[in-house]
């Protein structure tokens, strides 16, 4: 059964930085896709970007230019890497795999990790 480990959240003030880390583990299939969501309180899940594993990537309106996703294929590890950040940006950030041999693909989700920025 795959599943996804997520780190690097935390505290910062505006304008500052931080990177996020999600790797895959415990499943044969191959990523696809990974990618990160995120979840402020009182609003529904939102995409904030994701990259296909041939590096392939789209971000949301709200982080383009200040956000940067990655991959590394043979570490099956995702990377946010995230700039003057906004007290907007505050959320619960969840990882997010697409395993399987596309389209035939399963949704993995990590636990999420928590990112607030202070103003």
């Known amino acids: 059964q795959g599943q996804l480990v997520e780190s690097g959240g935390g505290l910062v003030q505006a304008g500052g930085s931080l990177r996020l880390s999600c790797t895959s583990s415990?499943?044969?299939?191959?990523?696809?896709?990974m990618g990160w969501y995120r979840q402020a309180p009182g609003k529904q899940r939102e995409l904030v970007a994701d990259?296909?594993?041939?590096?392939?990537?789209n971000y949301a309106d709200s982080v383009k230019g200040r956000f940067t996703i990655s991959i590394d294929n043979p570490k099956n590890t995702a990377y946010l890497q995230m700039y003057s950040l906004k007290p907007e940006d505050t959320a619960v950030y969840y990882c997010?795999?697409?395993?399987?041999?596309?389209?035939?693909?399963?949704?993995?989700w990590g636990q999420g990790t928590q990112v607030t920025v202070s103003s």
């Open positions: 997010n795999a697409k395993i399987g041999n596309y389209p035939l693909v399963n949704d993995y």
């Open positions: 415990g499943t044969i299939f191959s990523i696809h896709s």
């Open positions: 990259i296909t594993a041939r590096g392939i990537t």
